[in-house]
């Protein structure tokens, strides 16, 4: 009889008590199923006795060491189970964002589905309440039956995240979904080349891109998804509940599949498949899922779907189910309970592995195939219990879950576990296969053995590391080292105070004598002290002004009295201990370093690495146990580089970010599920061929007929907004071409331009109008060309001052000023010649100068002015490109923008006015990058932009954390709308460049001055306010958001600007900033 059939046949009887199990599980609280089992048979299967004597005993998991459960000693269960270590029997494990409230999760060859339930609060006094919880527990199992045909034991799952969402009073009830808006620029979100494409987050759905996107990454299960075709029986009209559910998820994953593959977007919309689930977990729509949760949920949901397709397609066969054959394996548990050996087989999915307490993934799976005693596997009438669990099969796709989420009794309340795990790119299973088993005991003996001994050597050389009796230890060769520099110093006196001159002691000091004199009379008794002796005072001890050290006493003590046959017997002794000593301990150390090697080569002889596996995806989880991020390094086996999807961000990755984000023990990020493949099962990861040429399929060529035409309609829309958006771009430049044609047709009355205050260069709607520095400058160099040059024609003196003015602008580029003078904000040939403009750019930036209306005051300017506009309508288009000529004044009013908003955001800076210094600090930075981009003295020193920015934020964040801990309604909602109008948009802009080590720094810091409030107890309200705001803050993609309103700039006259630009860089100088 095989493992499924022998599931089918299972009794009445033990699939009642698995559902008592699993009730009694969800209503206490309680995991250890050895408890429960002896709860349920103390009451004679009456839930309601076994439920009141839980409670009334106060029953709590066992903290003994050995103590474990064994999920696995029930005859003939072959459902899912999480094989758990002695960790779990100790903890109730979590989840982020969602509690956990039990370790055993079980699947089947059918679904769970999950039904509405209330929510009863079991924490206080009330018996009531627990008897109306039992009563529910059996009512809805019964009716969820009648009605679907659904155990209660497939509804496992669903039931208890219900109840744990409940219960969790952090669970995430966001009122607001956050999702990332689209930008308005179609050509923002269009697909570059062949780059992966990315998932849009449409409200806390991180959990679903991290998944979707490490199971499309595989070829196989993309084959399979994509060619799905729905049973012929089902099309029409689904039969039962699992056929109205499954097949429009199908039929939406399809088309999800299919965009991912030949979309021309940057990223898609997941909603439609999103929604389905969302409405699955029967939770808020804003709720952060947990990925674990979610991949058990659409592992079940695809094999009904594909069990259903089997079905119909068996032929009188066995149906096969591709999802259970890719992704379900099998081991073998043997062991004894009390007393009582037992072997049995069972399912896997996930393979779940306790983190806390390993340092690498092998052992977490040493440590959850061991469980309990041993040694009694192979003795008989032990009462020990223990067990081994041994695969038997594989499946081609194996994902470990991390758990990384447990709940502190203590502080009642889950916490994640940030400890550093290591796990290698390809993992060799063949010490855990049955086959290997005998091999593998013997290996573990000797490792165990190596271990023991291991344990000795390290104990013998910590004595030589840290040697002594006291408190205080120190490694025995220096020890020895010391005493042999005390031996082998030579005294200069007999006594450390025999040399001080008794007869001229330093002013108020003590002679010697005279402190022995006192010494000897405070022995004695009062009545014999003289009566003339000094007072009490003035024997005081004063370090400073009375024991000050002649400069000829010896550095260190030595030896009083030592002959040399003395000395040398010692030195001979010391100088052969040390060396014995030092052998010693290398010795130790060497022994010590051959273990290690033997125990890390145990199993890399030929026969035990022929399974291996190599990692497909990691899933990282960034945050704490109530909220977080996650996303996904995937490995491009084709290509053979790793890939980070972060959401809507597909970009390359290396193994050193991976190892920095995934280990953990760094930040607050960490690995929280492994998905290896098989590496010899080349199929997995195999390209699509065309049947008769043999040529690679690739993209839309991959995608069935009805995908093929369903993206080409999406292609087709997104095609159309690129042509919108065109056409809007070309009547919007017309219209502004149109205007400037208007205006410069447009007189402009000498006698009005002469009266009114010029504008800025800045504000000006033409390069050609001057600022009054600009004219005076332009009046200076007019005045000296003439006095210099006899000839007075207006020509020659155009040319005089051209050169004039060039050469004093070429010296103020040149010159080296510190960085409160800035000389480009001069004058914009100065930041042209800075950054090797054309020439031709710089001539016509000068004849625009000296053509300006501004100069016609007196006939010479006058006859000038108008040289210099004919000269310029002299100009031909090929000889100076306009468009040229125009990006490059438009680079140079950036970088005046630029300098404006880091001047104002420094000033508010310094005049601590954060809110308004950091919009002004973030487009100074966004600005100037733009700029530096183009070369490097476009802009201004991005380091110093980046360091007020960051502290900016950190200030900002500070006090906002501040007005949430003063508990008052006004300042919580004041600190909240800072942090959900600054600085939550602030954090992409620092992420997006993850080599700025400072910044990710930052980032985490205000992040974890969040998060530490989470364990804290607090008002309702707050609380609530707190989960409402937290996602906002850590589930943060590079994704960058805009700004509810941009500052805008004042009108400055260059002299001003110079002026107020070189007064706040000089107060910087003054007062330097940490870390810059």
Known sequence: MTVEQNVLQQSTSQKHQQTFLNQLREITGINDTQ??????????????????????????????????????????????????SQADARKKQYKPARTRCATVEQTHYGSKDKRDMDVI??????????????ALSLEESNRAFRETGITDEEQAISRVLEASIAENKASLKRTHTEVWSDSPNPYDRKRQDNC??????????????????????????????????????????????????????????????????????????????????????????SQQQDVSEFTHKLLDWL????????????????????????????????????????????????????????????????????????????????????????????????????????????????????????????????????????????????????????????????????????????????????????????????????????????SGSIPSQTLSSTAEQQQGTPSELPSTSPTPRSFIHKPFTQSRIPPDLPMHPAPRHITEEELSVLEGCLHRWRTEVENDTRDLQESISRIHRTIEQMYSDKPMVQVPYRLHAVLVHEGQANAGHYWAYIFDHHQERWMKYNDISVTKSTWEELERDSFGGYRNASAYCLMYINDKEHFLIKEDFHKETGQKLVGMETLPTDLRDFVKEDNQRFEKELEEWDLQLAQKAQQEKILASQKMKEPTPSVMTAQAE????????????????????????????????EDTNPETVLQLAIKLEYARLVKLAQEDTPPETDYR?????????????????????????????????????????????????????????????????QDYRNFRDTTMYLMIGLEHFQKKSYVEAILHLICAYQNNKELLSKGPYRGHDEELISHYRRECLLKLNEHAAELFESGDDQEVNSGLIIMNEFIVPSLPLLLVDEMEEKDIVAVEDMRNRWCSYLGQEMEPNLQEKLTDFLPKLLDCSTEIKGFNELPKLPSYSTHELCERFARIMLSLSRTPADGR
């Open 35 to 84: 408890i429960l089992q002896q709860a349920l048979k103390d009451s004679n299967g009456n839930l309601e006795l076994a439920v009141a004597f839980l409670t009334a005993k106060n029953a709590k998991t066992p903290q003994q060491e050995e103590t474990t459960y064994y999920q696995t000693v029930l005859p003939g269960n072959d459902r899912y189970i999480s094989v758990g």
């Open 121 to 134: 609060d079991l924490t206080g006094d009330d018996k009531d309440d627990l008897q109306r919880a039992i």
């Open 758 to 789: 010029e504008p800025e260069y800045l504000e000006q709607p033409s390069r050609s109008d001057l600022a009054k520095y600009l004219k005076e400058e332009t009046m200076r160099a007019i005045t000296k060309a003439s006095s210099e040059h």
């Open 196 to 285: 992966p494409v990315g998932l849009k987050n449409v409200g806390n759905t991180c959990w679903f891109s991290a998944v979707i996107q490490s199971l499309f990454n595989l070829l196989e299960f993309r084959r399979l998804v994509l060619n799905y075709n729905p049973p012929a029986s089902a099309q029409d009209l689904p039969r039962n509940q699992k056929e109205h559910r499954n097949l429009p998820f199908m039929r939406e994953l399809r088309h999800l599949f299919a965009l991912l593959v030949g979309s021309k977007r940057k990223y898609v919309d997941p909603s439609r498949a999103v929604d389905i689930l969302k409405d699955a977990f029967k939770s808020n729509g």
């Open 825 to 889: 904000l001069h004058h914009a040939v100065v930041y042209f010649i800075q950054n090797q403009s054309p020439k031709k750019i710089i001539e016509r930036t000068l004849l625009e100068q000296f053509g300006n209306r501004n100069l016609s005051f007196d006939e010479r300017c006058r006859n000038i002015m108008k040289i210099a506009q004919a000269k310029l309508e002299m100009i031909k288009p090929e000889e100076v490109n306009m468009e040229e000529y125009e990006k490059w004044h």
């Open 303 to 506: 094999e009904d779907a594909f069990q259903m397709k089997a079905e119909e397609e068996r032929d009188g066969e066995k149906p096969k189910n591709p999802m259970l054959e890719l992704f379900y394996g099998r081991f073998l548990a043997v062991g004894v309970l009390e007393g009582k050996k037992f072997e049995n087989t069972e399912m896997f999915g996930q393979y779940p592995l306790q983190v806390n307490g390993f340092k690498d993934l092998h052992e977490c799976l040493e440590a959850a195939m061991i469980e309990g005693e041993i040694e009694s596997l192979h003795s008989e009438n032990s009462g020990k219990s223990g067990q081994e669990h041994w695969f038997t099969e594989l499946p081609p796709v194996l994902t470990f879950e991390l758990s990384r989420f447990e709940f502190n009794q203590a502080l009642g309340r889950p916490e994640k576990i940030h400890n550093k795990l290591e796990f290698p790119q390809v993992l060799y299973l063949d010490r855990y296969m049955h086959k290997n088993r005998e091999i593998t005991r013997i290996k573990r003996e000797e490792i165990k053995r190596l271990k023991e001994y291991l344990t000795v050597l390290q104990q013998r050389l910590e004595r030589y590391l840290s040697y002594g009796s006291g408190p205080k230890r120190f490694p025995l060769v220096d020890v020895l080292q010391y005493a042999l520099e005390f031996a082998s110093s030579k005294p200069v006196c007999t006594s450390p105070v025999d040399d001080i001159d008794a007869s001229s002691p330093p």
